[in-house]
């Protein structure tokens, strides 16, 4: 892993991603409001937005405040391909890249001021490259800090670029709502609103003693250094993920135990792929669910060994659910997820004598090798069959 020290910061976030790759793609949406995803809102255009259309929010109450918008259906491998190709400019920008999600990523351009120019010269060149080369919109904000430069990149969206210069962080900030600090949530933020703090300046006004002991030690500490703009992290790259995972949407129509599986399997189908492709093992499997009141939930179960086996991966999953079955029944679900942990490379742990179940990887790598030459939909599980196969991958692809 290399570890960058030199600053300033760029953060390049693609705007409403999903629905910018759909009006690309389409001419006919471009400029009109296009919700991506039925059931429930996956993403959506500043055009359904401005009707008050969010991410999460039901399918029948998204409809509801924009009825003219355009529903479309995900297509994830789409997104992937766009995100690729975005990431190959960042990395022809800088060489120092750390991707943060499938969207959005820091880059470090303090070594190319004798090669490139400016830190704001080369975030124009790089939202002009992305919009040339990937037909995206592209916000970046451009700060001494991976805090200033996110908090500035969602300041000046959409389609936009802003600078924060080193004598200007403190008047750029502390004006802003409490909710642009990392951390601050609808929890910590009516605890701070309760005490009439409504602004980051009355946060950094506060001593961290006082923010402590409204927050709690780690988050008041947090806070306090954050709303003085200190953020030591530096740009990482080469840094593997820890985890992958991806989810799918249900929206608020019941399910059934079948249909469940069904997603369950599709969903451990894809991410036990990705795994193989990128030579990596994983230990832990997790189950995340959100239910019909918003709230969510999440089991996990360690698996003796590292593997990417799909059979092992799924059998674990198809567990975590039948211990939530009673949640789910009587609480509704409407989202499912799952992601893989403990991630490790694949030459990194000792081989286990066959005696399992799951001892052979044969035919794991004889169907990547099917869909890899003829496509994903090549070859699928009969349960699969005439099913939807939409889900949102929030990780940046390995």
């Not at 499938?102 to 004798?114: P, T």
């Not at 953020?231 to 608020?252: E, F, N, W």
């Amino acid at each position: 892993m290399f570890v960058s020290i030199e600053g300033p910061i760029l953060h390049a976030d693609l705007d409403a991603f999903y629905a910018s790759v759909e009006q690309r793609d389409d001419p006919s949406l471009r400029s009109r409001p296009v919700i991506v995803g039925g059931g429930v809102v996956l993403a959506s255009s500043y055009e359904a937005k401005a009707c008050g259309v969010r991410t999460a929010m039901s399918g029948r109450q998204a409809r509801a405040l924009c009825p003219h918008a355009i529903v479309v259906p995900p297509r994830m491998s789409a997104y992937a391909e766009a995100s690729k190709a975005v990431f190959k400019v960042f990395e022809e920008t800088t060489p120092l890249v750390e991707g943060l999600s499938i969207d959005e990523a820091f880059l470090d351009v303090g070594g190319l001021l004798r090669i490139s120019g400016t830190p704001a010269r080369i975030a124009a060149q790089l939202r002009h490259d992305v919009a040339e080369q990937v037909g995206l919109p592209i916000t970046v904000g451009v700060a001494r800090t991976k805090f200033l430069a996110k908090v500035a990149s969602g300041v000046a969206k959409p389609d936009g670029l802003l600078v924060v210069p080193h004598d200007g962080e403190l008047a750029f900030l502390h004006p802003l709502p409490v909710e642009r600090l990392w951390g601050v949530g609808q929890v910590t933020g009516g605890k701070l609103r309760e005490q009439g703090i409504t602004t980051v300046g009355q946060v950094a006004e506060l001593g961290e003693t006082v923010l402590v002991s409204i927050l709690g030690k780690a988050s008041g500490r947090h806070l306090h250094a954050l709303a003085h703009n200190r953020d030591p992290r530096p740009v990482q790259v080469g840094r593997r993920r820890r985890s992958m995972g991806a989810q799918r949407a249900l929206g608020s129509k019941r399910r059934t135990p079948d249909e469940l599986d069904a997603i369950l399997v599709m969903l451990v189908d894809r991410l036990a792929r990705r795994l193989r492709a990128a030579r990596r093992v994983c230990r832990t499997v997790v189950l995340r669910m959100r239910f019909t009141d918003f709230t969510r939930a999440t089991r996990s179960h360690t698996l003796p060994q590292s593997t990417a086996n799909t059979e092992a991966l799924l059998a674990s999953a198809r567990a975590l659910v039948t211990t939530a079955a009673p949640m789910i029944t009587t609480q509704g679900l409407t989202l499912i997820g799952v992601a893989l942990s403990n991630l490790d490379n694949d030459d990194a742990i000792q081989l286990a004598l066959p005696f399992g179940n799951y001892e052979s990887g044969a035919l794991d790598t004889t169907l990547d090798d099917v869909r890899d030459r003829f496509g994903s939909g090549s070859i699928t599980r009969a349960t699969l069959l005439g099913r939807d196969p939409g889900t949102s991958v929030p990780l940046l692809p390995d």
